[in-house]
């Protein structure tokens, strides 16, 4: 699952400018990105400014919908408790999978379906990475769209729907909080292969890479005993997020065990890790954290396996707790899992 980039879109309309459709996505997709708003139904029309904008993915979601025929929403419109071979579909994950068959560009959608697609898509993304999140699509899949499709649950507008975006690298839901206890609407996945399937050392042009760099520093400013406990030799295989039963089976260095110091540099790693997504999801995640005891009930975990370059900088690590599973593996190029909720006893994900 992979990401592509983004033009700069303008900030605002005029309120007296007859702006076109495009243009009405476009600001609109801007201003879902860094709103802090979840399940806003007020819809923005063409011609409205965008000083009022619409406050999520949401409500475009719901207006999509609606421009759906009988036929499309045959192939990407499902119960919201659909369920297939693999389970619950709307909660399913994998690092390259089409959720549908159509794919975003093709004639199976409008051009008009397609810009509430896009605009859906990067509302999902704080507008500070747009530009990364395009870069990443570029590189493994050729381009936003390319590679990409969509399927929504339940009936957008109420308080059961689900829109799931997937593809090689990607996968992002938005629900309006329909999915209970869980942050993102359940587990998402992103990742890059910046430059092939094998990356060099230091990742070279990976845009997630700085995130593996923020929790190597918290190595480095471990002590001997602190890096004994936190340093495991093999990973787990990166399919593996479900919580665990019991937090005493959760490997790794207990956060609650560092310096002030230490867990100042964790809180740091925390704000990296949840930096690209819109405001609102990263709330949901501190409250989700908050909920557990906060970051003190968690653990990491480096992994010796996997080291690209043999340098000690470990590509492969993981960030858990209780309801908490933030999995980066970084060998042979980034993939990413995300697991959370507010509730341990929350087991839906279907892998």
């Given at each position: 699952?992979?990401?592509?980039?983004?033009?700069?879109?303008?900030?605002?309309?005029?309120?007296?400018?007859?702006?076109?459709?495009?243009?009405?996505?476009?600001?609109?997709?801007?201003?879902?990105?860094?709103?802090?708003?979840?399940?806003?139904?007020?819809?923005?029309?063409?011609?409205?400014t965008a000083k009022n904008p619409a406050s999520a993915p949401e409500p475009l979601v719901k207006k999509l919908h609606e421009s759906f025929s009988p036929a499309q929403?045959?192939?990407?419109?499902?119960?919201?408790?659909?369920?297939?071979?693999?389970?619950?579909?709307?909660?399913?994950?994998?690092?390259?999978?089409?959720?549908t068959e159509p794919i975003v560009n093709s004639d199976f959608f409008s051009k008009d379906q397609k810009e509430m697609i896009e605009a859906i898509f990067f509302g999902h993304f704080d507008a500070s990475w747009h530009k990364k999140i395009r870069k990443q699509l570029q590189d493994d899949q050729g381009g936003y769209g390319e590679d990409q499709s969509i399927a929504i649950f339940g009936t957008p507008g109420t308080d059961q729907f689900q829109f799931v975006m997937t593809g090689r690298h990607t996968t992002v839901r938005c629900d309006g909080d329909s999915a209970e206890h869980l942050a993102f609407g359940g587990p998402i996945f992103y990742g890059h292969a910046a430059n092939g399937f094998n990356e060099k050392h230091n990742h070279p042009g990976n845009v997630f890479w700085e995130q593996a760099l923020k929790a190597n520093h918290v190595y480095k400013i471990l002590d001997g005993k602190q890096r004994k406990t936190a340093l495991i030799?093999?990973?787990?295989?990166?399919?593996?997020?479900?919580?665990?039963?019991?937090?005493?089976?959760?490997?790794?260095?207990?956060?609650?065990?560092?310096?002030?110091?230490?867990?100042?540099?964790?809180?740091?790693?925390?704000?990296?890790?949840?930096?690209?997504?819109?405001?609102?999801?990263?709330?949901?995640?501190?409250?989700?954290?908050?909920?557990?005891?906060?970051?003190?009930?968690?653990?990491?975990?480096?992994?010796?396996?996997?080291?690209?370059g043999n340098d000690q900088v470990w590509d492969n690590w993981r960030l858990e707790g209780p309801a908490f599973v933030w999995h980066y593996r970084g060998a042979p190029h980034v993939h990413v899992w995300v697991n959370i909720s507010d509730d341990p006893g929350t087991q839906i994900i279907a892998t």
């Open positions: 699952m992979e990401f592509h980039s983004l033009s700069s879109l303008p900030p605002s309309t005029p309120d007296s400018a007859q702006v076109s459709r495009r243009q009405f996505v476009k600001t609109v997709g801007v201003a879902l990105a860094s709103s802090p708003i979840l399940g806003s139904t007020n819809l923005l029309s063409a011609g409205q929403k045959s192939k990407v419109c499902f119960e919201w408790d659909h369920k297939d071979k693999h389970g619950l579909l709307r909660q399913h994950i994998r690092a390259n999978w089409n959720i030799p093999q990973a787990p295989k990166e399919t593996k997020i479900k919580f665990r039963k019991s937090a005493d089976q959760i490997r790794g260095l207990q956060i609650s065990d560092m310096t002030k110091d230490q867990k100042q540099e964790m809180q740091k790693v925390l704000s990296s890790l949840i930096q690209p997504f819109r405001t609102s999801d990263q709330a949901e995640v501190r409250k989700c954290i908050k909920t557990q005891g906060g970051l003190d009930q968690c653990r990491i975990a480096f992994y010796q396996s996997g080291d690209i």
